[in-house]
């Protein structure tokens, strides 16, 4: 039985290619896990057939076509296309830190998802952009739903270079202006930035009619501080600078991270965005599996 | 607060090693990259004042852990009033043993009581106390724990007088001279009165004396001395009486007579003359307190006046304390002397030897040659020898005496006075008006007159300082001239009986020259041992040293307080578990609160 890949460690399924091959991989696992395509809902006004896909609901199967060549095929509807979606990627240098050396850094692991997730809006024939961002917008790839756009926006992934700091709250509220349909918006972020700025670039674009989805990536090794008995750490985006002694703050700084999610979450809750809290070390299976 | 091991103290050091860790740690620590550093900014932030509790709270705990530990090695001992260890300390045990020690008292001996009180004593001492132990005989002895438990154990009561005044002076003085911080003396004694009497003993400052004290007084009565005289032996009784009953009591004696020893000296003697003659005196009280003395005379039989060594035993009726109430004696009866007076010994003593034959204590012969010291001393083997009556006869006669190898000569006519002779009673008073100074040296002196020699011996020659004359002496005229004379012929000159007397076991012990018995001694119970009133307690303190020195106090108060002033307990243990609940603590606080 081959293994599915989306269900595998991160880093074991990076291992096995770039980013293409790693997110269709993803993508094959993961569709063939959902009894339903994922996403979007089917609209009355037939546009086409295409051919059934595992995990597409059978009430959308021809079982005219069926009954006369014995081929399975679903009906598409006219709104499915009408989805635009972009997939806002945090390229910033917070985002290139791994934990140990055999985790992906934040960076590769939200590339490989943001690749992922883009293939199975394409699929679904939903126009899906990316813009990647630091302190600027790096990368901006139109929402389309025409061949190649996957490519090309894997190409945008791999043509946006670690970042140097983070003014996140800035680039949100720049690409406030370059979404001016509405559609899907998906926050790919470590978050290290001012919540409240950020919240109101976000509240912002809910606000015009955008669904927005944040994933907070963190690596586990911020979730559990760990380390020598003494320790200067520094954020390498601010080279803030502070010495401590893991062991006995290990406890203190848990709460804190925890705080800081429920923060989080509450506040999403709160303007209607949908949260989701993803650790690298969670296989891209799952981390899809949330926005279902 | 002493320490046994206070050399340890100096790993007291060792409790600077947290600060000083903490110090030494401050070096720079590695630099790594983590993104989150505002949360941890905030946790810290947060938990600023809880890590500073912390650490300081750890360093304390540590520190006072190392310090902990360190003073539990040095073995603290702390004071306590109660139980527990005690300082070295240099202790002597005077177990009082004497004879008077064996009085039974509330249904036992006093030894055994105070016995009990000298196991205990030793039960308290450790290894690092030295300890003596002093019995009756006043011999200190010292050696281990066990040892001296066994001497304890095997401890009779003995036949020594102990004078505690200077035993306690000498156990002051033993204990002081150690180089350790306590010093104590316990006294484990009856406590008698007469073993007070000698004064005050020299206790250094710093030594305690732990008096036992005494118990109830008791009633005693005992033999303290037998003497036989012209006949009749004198019983001395002494003892004790409780307060209040000073009414004189008739005391029932018994006298055994065991017998004569054959005696060569003595000229053949008696044999046999064995036998039990009951008598009952009179014992009054007498002196202070409850004292009582009293004298008991009791006749001997005529075959027991046979020359010769004789002995016998006085016995009292049973009481509390037993060495006391039978006492041996011994006599002896000396043969008739074979005298012959020289003619110019003058004829006040030719009338007394008359006197003694017909009544026959002399006899005829030369054994004893009475002189009038006109010629040389006669060649018998004993002489006694006047001055001449015409001085210038003096020189000659003393030449006489020196070739005879008698030290003494007749010298310058000496002042007049009245003779003083402690062993003849009958002489004392006796006016002296004329005679010769007697010069010489070493010899027994037996009468002086004016504090000059006036009667000698040397080996077998009297010498006398004057005639036996009423010229010279008033002494012819005298009531007790003729048994004067009888005691110079029968004893003086022939050598009195010599009978001592000695502490120890009741006994008898002859003592011989070549084949012939020149005296006894007469063993027995000091009679001081027989009067058993205790001593006050303001006696003992005075007597002891004073108040600052001396407690007196019953057996569980001595328990409490012997080696009191030294008394500590060893915390060591207490401090172990103080550091087993600072390492716990420190556990918790290290684990607990990160």
């Not at chain 1, 990647?132 to 790839?141: A, K, L, P, S």
């Not at chain 1, 003494?230 to 703050?249: G, I, K």
């Amino acid at each position: 039985m081959a293994q599915r890949l989306d269900l595998l460690d991160p880093a074991e399924v990076a291992r096995l290619g770039g980013i293409e091959i790693v997110a269709e991989g993803v993508v094959e696992g993961f569709l063939a896990g959902v009894h339903r395509s994922p996403f979007r809902g089917f609209s009355v006004e037939f546009t086409e057939h295409r051919a059934y896909q595992a995990g597409d609901e059978l009430r959308y199967l021809d079982w005219r076509i069926l009954g006369r060549s014995d081929r399975l095929f679903v009906k598409q509807f006219e709104e499915e296309t009408n989805l635009r979606a972009m997939i806002l990627l945090d390229a910033s240098r917070s985002m290139a830190w791994q934990g140990t050396p055999e985790r992906l850094t934040k960076r590769a692991y939200a590339d490989r998802l943001a690749a992922a997730l883009a293939l199975i809006l394409l699929r679904q024939r939903d126009a899906t952009g990316l813009v990647t961002f630091d302190e600027q917008v790096r990368q901006v790839i139109p929402a389309r739903v025409k061949a190649g756009q996957w490519t090309r926006i894997v190409r945008g992934l791999l043509d946006t270079p670690d970042g140097r700091g983070t003014a996140a709250h800035a680039a949100l509220q720049r690409l406030t202006a370059l979404l001016a349909r509405r559609g899907m918006v998906v926050l790919v972020s470590d978050l290290l930035f001012d919540r409240e700025l950020a919240l109101a670039a976000l509240r912002y674009l809910r606000h015009r009619g955008h669904q927005v989805i944040v994933f907070h990536l963190m690596d586990p090794a911020e979730v559990k501080l760990t380390g020598p008995p003494e320790v200067r750490f520094r954020d390498p985006e601010s080279s803030v600078s502070v010495v401590v002694r893991p062991r006995e703050l290990a406890r203190a700084y848990a709460n804190t991270v925890q705080r800081e999610i429920a923060a989080w979450r509450k506040a999403c809750r709160r303007h209607g965005i949908s949260y989701h809290h993803v650790q690298t070390d969670m296989p891209f299976g799952l981390a899809l599996r949330l926005l279902t | 607060m002493s320490f046994l091991h206070p050399l340890a103290l100096l790993g007291l050091a060792a409790a600077a090693i947290p600060a000083l860790l903490h110090l030494l740690q401050r070096r720079i620590p590695p630099e790594l990259d983590f993104p989150p550093v505002r949360y941890l900014s905030a946790a810290e932030r947060e938990s600023a004042r809880r890590l500073k509790l912390r650490h300081l709270l750890l360093m304390i705990l540590r520190t006072a852990l190392i310090a902990v530990i360190v003073l539990a090695a040095a073995r603290p001992l702390i004071p306590l009033r109660g139980g527990g260890a005690h300082q070295p300390t240099a202790v002597v045990i005077i177990l009082d043993n004497s004879p008077s020690s064996g009085a039974v008292v509330s249904a036992g001996p006093v030894l055994d009581r105070l016995r009990v009180a000298a196991r205990s004593s030793l039960a308290r001492t450790t290894s690092a106390d030295r300890v003596w132990l002093m019995l009756c005989d006043g011999v200190l002895r010292g050696g281990t724990r066990e040892a001296l438990l066994a001497i304890i154990d095997s401890t009779h009561a003995g036949w020594q007088r102990l004078d505690l005044v200077d035993a306690v002076g000498r156990a002051a003085r033993i204990v002081d001279a150690q180089p350790l911080p306590g010093r104590e003396v316990h006294v484990l004694s009856d406590l008698q009165r007469t073993a007070l009497a000698s004064g005050r003993a020299d206790v250094p400052r710093g030594v305690r004396i732990l008096a036992l004290e005494p118990g109830s007084a008791v009633t005693n009565r005992g033999i303290a001395s037998v003497t036989v005289s012209e006949g009749a032996a004198v019983i001395e009784l002494g003892g004790s009486t409780p307060a209040g009953r000073d009414i004189p009591q008739p005391v029932p004696v018994t006298i055994r007579i065991g017998g004569a020893r054959r005696d060569r000296a003595g000229g053949g003697g008696g044999g046999g003359g064995g036998g039990e003659i009951a008598a009952r005196g009179l014992a009054t009280p007498g002196g202070s307190g409850g004292t009582m003395r009293s004298a008991v005379t009791v006749s001997l039989p005529v075959q027991s006046l046979a020359p010769g060594w004789w002995l016998g035993e006085a016995a009292l009726e049973p009481d509390e304390l037993r060495v006391d109430d039978r006492r041996p004696f011994a006599w002896r009866v000396a043969p008739a002397a074979r005298v012959t007076a020289t003619p110019g010994s003058g004829s006040f003593v030719a009338a007394a030897l008359a006197v003694l034959q017909e009544g026959k204590r002399v006899s005829e012969g030369r054994d004893v040659v009475i002189s009038g010291g006109e010629a040389a001393p006669p060649n018998a083997p004993h002489a006694i020898v006047q001055p001449p009556a015409d001085p210038a006869l003096v020189g000659q006669a003393n030449r006489g005496l020196a070739a005879r190898g008698v030290p003494w000569h007749w010298g310058d006519v000496g002042t007049p006075g009245n003779l003083v002779a402690p062993q003849l009673p009958a002489l004392d008073g006796t006016p002296v008006a004329r005679r010769y100074r007697l010069d010489g040296a070493s010899d027994e002196v037996l009468a002086t007159v004016n504090g000059e020699p006036w009667l000698v011996r040397s080996g077998n020659v009297l010498l006398l300082g004057s005639r036996l004359d009423t010229a010279w002496t008033a002494l012819p005229t005298a009531p007790g001239f003729v048994p004067f004379i009888d005691a110079l012929v029968n004893r003086i000159v022939i050598g009195e009986a010599d009978v001592n007397s000695a502490e120890g076991a009741p006994r008898v012990e002859f003592r011989t020259r070549g084949t012939d018995t020149v005296g006894a001694t007469v063993f027995g119970p000091d009679p001081r041992e027989s009067d058993l009133t205790p001593a006050t307690p303001a006696l003992v303190t005075t007597a002891f040293g004073g108040r600052d020195r001396v407690e007196v106090l019953s057996a569980s108060a001595l328990s409490a307080e012997r080696f009191s002033g030294t008394r500590r307990a060893d915390a060591s243990a207490i401090l172990l578990i103080l550091a087993l609940l600072l390492a716990a603590i420190e556990l918790a606080v290290a684990t607990r609160t990160r």
